[in-house]
């Protein structure tokens, strides 16, 4: 594919220096090779190449000795991540070992890595949604944390520019607090997800239920081939149909010829030149031979995610950054945010029984936040809001795993007979950015290579739990409205980092002395060092964050691009 840099050491300078291949890192690499830039993308993991590196992408689960599941000897390699039960034989080698990448959970906290080309765009829920004027300003017109140094509109085009080249289905609404995206043709909602969509739209004014907006391909683009509805996305799609960093942004970048990828190569630190007063290069851990060596470039990206990305900072202490890169505001590390999760309700439809739904869609429902975005549907009870996913299904084959029966005759019944229509949904919350909620260097607890690990100290507060007592209300009195029987309300009470939407860290502000970076995701006080990736975040809005990263990267390096040109960097 690329140009890689793992033994040679006689290039060691680049225009410009990526590190992490994730969702933002591809888009860096990517912008930035496309501007002319020779560029170096360090990977902290192996390699994974398209398509050839999907090995489980066409298993079937009697193909596995487990029937999919992991055995003991994986569950203590990833004894953290295990816990999202998202994890097994088909995507294991996706997941970071936590054995080797150990951290502390001061109060509990679920921090799912993966360190491999492509990082985690591999693996997440593709769910993509533009933010909202109602979100860039919350923060100013609540009070809680401080103002974003942009609005809405300055993002505006950027999505649309990665829009058009990622390719998102869904549809339009015409919503305030939902801006709608430049679309492909949405997927189809099943015959019970129309039925009850007409009915939550009757009987509740100013809700939607709509199918899910996400970075699936429903027609051919760039090259790409549409969704199969295999639902096997977490082990790499062979078509490209969804967004990854491996079948997108690093090919394009690669096209250019300025790309080189180092990958075990684990960022220790970014170094800072007193003299010159900028970075001038990544210190980097081999992490096959534990060397330890420099590469140097123009501009730094920091793209390693949201902690990761703040793990580095703190280790680029310097006479002039004595508490870590960029931290004189001493906001480094603090206002850690996730979205809450799992909270809501599920209960059977009545009727349709004679209608199914073909292929796997890997794709659910969702109904936009209502609460919070006007005078009419103001809370006294909690800030912010929150929004639902979900879906309605029939039980597979697993509903006989307690059934008694064999042969011809059974499984023809459960052919005919595949159980009656279940329906979801599940909130996800916005969190305030707590300055109290943050994470520190533990230096007396190492990691393989001899690193501080992270500490992490982070817990829901009272405005969290007052959206998810609502939640829950609300799913409940919406599914009995929607005339659903044998109601449950749920919640799981999931501590931060279930819904993998960490972000906050080294946030973005107007003002140095309460921000790490400012509205071009520069570090005020050392501006050839960006950062894009969840650690900019400022708030966390009630939806999925992935769509706003890409933006801000293709900003940043639009706008890093110029100041090079310009000589100000």
């Known amino acids: ?21 994730g969702m933002s890192g591809g888009w860096a690499a990517k912008e930035l090779c496309e501007g002319g830039l020779k560029t170096l993308v360090l990977e902290r993991g192996r390699l994974v190449e398209h398509i050839k590196d999907y090995t489980t992408m066409n298993n079937e689960s009697w193909d596995l000795e487990l029937r999919g599941a992991i055995g003991p000897d994986d569950k203590k390699k990833h004894y953290k991540a295990i816990r999202t039960g998202f994890i097994g034989e088909n995507n294991k080698h996706f997941y970071a070992n936590d054995e080797e990448n150990p951290y502390t959970e001061v109060k509990p906290f679920l921090w799912v890595r993966a360190h491999q080309m492509g990082g985690r765009s591999l693996l997440w829920g593709k769910q993509t949604y533009r933010w909202s004027q109602l979100d860039f300003e919350a923060n100013a017109k609540d009070g809680h944390g401080v103002d974003w140094p942009i609005r809405y509109q300055d993002l505006e085009p950027w999505y649309t520019y990665v829009e058009k080249y ?44 709509i199918i899910g907006r996400v970075a699936h391909l429903t027609v051919p683009h760039n090259g790409r081939g549409k969704c199969q509805f295999r639902n096997r996305c977490d082990r790499g799609c062979p078509f490209g149909a969804y967004f990854s960093s491996n079948s997108v942004t690093l090919p394009a970048a690669n096209v250019t010829g300025n790309l080189t990828i180092r990958p075990f190569s684990i960022a220790h630190s970014i170094i800072y030149d007193e003299t010159l007063g900028k970075a001038t290069g990544v210190k980097i851990i081999d ?23 703040t793990q580095i900072l703190m280790n680029s202490t310097s006479t002039r950054f004595p508490n870590g890169l960029g931290n004189d505001s001493g906001e480094l590390g603090h206002n850690l945010m996730d979205h809450t999760y799992r909270v809501g309700a599920l209960g059977t439809f009545e009727g349709l029984e004679d209608r199914y739904y073909k292929g796997r869609r890997p794709n659910g429902i969702y109904i936009p936040r209502y609460w919070n975005i006007d005078d009419n549907s103001k809370s006294d009870k909690f800030v912010r809001g929150f929004g639902f996913q979900g879906g309605a299904y029939r039980p597979g084959w697993g509903g006989a795993a307690n059934m008694e029966g064999f042969g011809e005759e059974f499984k023809d019944s459960l052919l005919k007979n595949p159980g009656p229509w279940e329906f ?62 044998n109601i449950e309300g749920f919640d799981q009470k999931h501590e931060p980092g279930f819904g993998i939407h960490e972000m906050g860290t080294a946030r973005m502000g107007r003002d140095p002395k309460t921000s790490v970076l400012n509205a071009t995701n520069q570090v005020h006080a050392c501006q050839n060092v960006f950062v894009t990736d969840g650690a900019c975040m400022t708030s966390n809005s009630c939806v999925n964050p992935s769509l706003t990263y890409m933006a801000l990267t293709a900003r940043a390096c639009n706008h890093a691009i110029s100041e090079l040109k310009k000589q100000n960097l």
Request: aromatic content about 8%; charged content about 25%.
């Open 424 to 485: 979801f949904i599940t909130g996800f919350a916005e969190c305030l950015p707590y300055h109290d909620n943050k994470v520190t260097l533990d230096k007396n607890s190492l990691d393989k290579w001899g690193q501080a690990t992270l500490a992490i100290d982070c817990e829901w507060k009272a405005n969290e739990l007052a959206l998810n007592q609502q939640i829950q209300e609300d799913a409940v009195e919406m599914l009995e409205k929607c005339g659903l029987s």
């Open 287 to 309: 992490s096959e031979t534990g060397e330890m060596m420099e590469y140097h470039a123009k501009i730094i990206f920091c793209n390693a995610s949201t902690l990761s990305t």
């Open 1 to 21: 594919m690329a140009n890689f840099n793992i033994d040679a050491k006689k290039d060691m300078t680049y225009d410009a220096i990526v590190i992490g291949s």
């Open 166 to 209: 990622v390719g998102i289905s869904g549809e339009a609404l015409g919503l305030p607090q939902l801006p709608d995206s430049h679309f492909l043709p949405p997927m189809e909602l099943n015959c019970v997800e129309k039925e009850i969509k007409q009915r939550l739209e009757k009987e509740f004014q100013g809700r939607h239920l």
